[in-house]
Structures are given as C-alpha cells and as structure tokens.
C-alpha cells in the first residue's frame, strides 16, 4: 500500500542587504589597490606585446621572409635566438607538424573528390545503358506481341475459312454416322 508523503512547507528567504552597511574604509582601499596592481600588470604586458609587434614590423619591413617558416622571425622580443627558446620552438614544430597534417588531409579530401566524380560518371554512362537496353527490350516484346497477334489472327482465319469449307463435309458425315448408329 502506498502511504502519502508530506512535504514541509517551504520557507521562503528573504534576506536583503542592507544598503547602509558599508564596507571597511581600509577593506575598500585594499581592493583598489589590488584593482590598480592588476592594471598595472595589463599595462606592462600590453607594452611588451606592442614593442614584440614592432620589431616582427621591423623584420617584416627589411625583407621577404620564407612563407610560413619560423626562419622569419630569428629573435624573440628579448633578443635572445628562437633556437634557444624550446616552447617556441616546440609551438612552431607542432605548427608544422599540424600544417603537414592539414595538407596531407586536403590531398585525401581532393581524392576523394575525383573517385567520386569518376564513380558518378561511370553510373550515370551504366544507367543510360540500361535505359538503352530496357528501350530495346520493350521495342522487341512489343514486335513479339504483334507477331503473337497476327500469329493468331491468321490461324483463326484459317480456321474460320477451314470450318467453312469443311463444314459440308462434315454435315454429311454426321448424318451418315448417325444412320450406322441407328443400324
């Protein structure tokens, strides 16, 4: 048997801030002090980002660098060679890495394609080709059919035109059996 469940009533919260609890001069001087200290970071990363930017400017301005090769780029903001820097140099392995991969899955992709293209084109040509041959074939059952008609037009022409001639004959014989019959 299936006993009822109560529920307790539920209690709704209502609790407000109150608008006059202000925080802490000193809590409130802190945070802003933690606000600016994060602004100041922001700030220094943008401006060693800007002259980063600036000096790839420089070397792009120089002269043509290789296509997509980490060549072009030799030093790092701080002058230090890329070679000797292993996380970028590792970033622009696996760059590599995922462009080789890239252009080896365009190839699949591109060949992919082209069988599909040549697999429709060699259904399409074996689809006419059937319709080709199901066109011969209704031409030919219905040469057969007319054939079949006039075939059975004629014999029962024939027949017709046999029973006619015939039919004296076999009057005469029918009225003879029936004479040896009766004897």
Known sequence: MNTPIAFPAPKPELKLPSHGAEPHPLEHR?????DYE???????????????LREW????????????????????PAGTPVENDPALQTAWDKLIRARELLETEQAHLRDDRLNLKETAAVLKRREEALEQREARLAQREE????????????????????????????????VFSAKHKAE
């Open 30 to 34: 802190r945070r802003m002090d933690e």
């Open 38 to 52: 994060g602004l100041r970071m922001r700030e220094a990363n943008l401006r060693e980002y800007e002259i980063r």
């Open 57 to 76: 400017q420089a070397q792009i301005d120089l002269g043509p660098a290789p296509a997509f090769s980490p060549v072009g780029l030799t030093r790092s």
């Open 143 to 174: 040469q057969f059919s007319a054939a079949v008609d006039a075939s059975l037009a004629e014999s029962t022409k024939a027949s017709a035109l046999t029973r006619f001639t015939q039919a004296p004959f076999a009057i005469a014989k029918s």
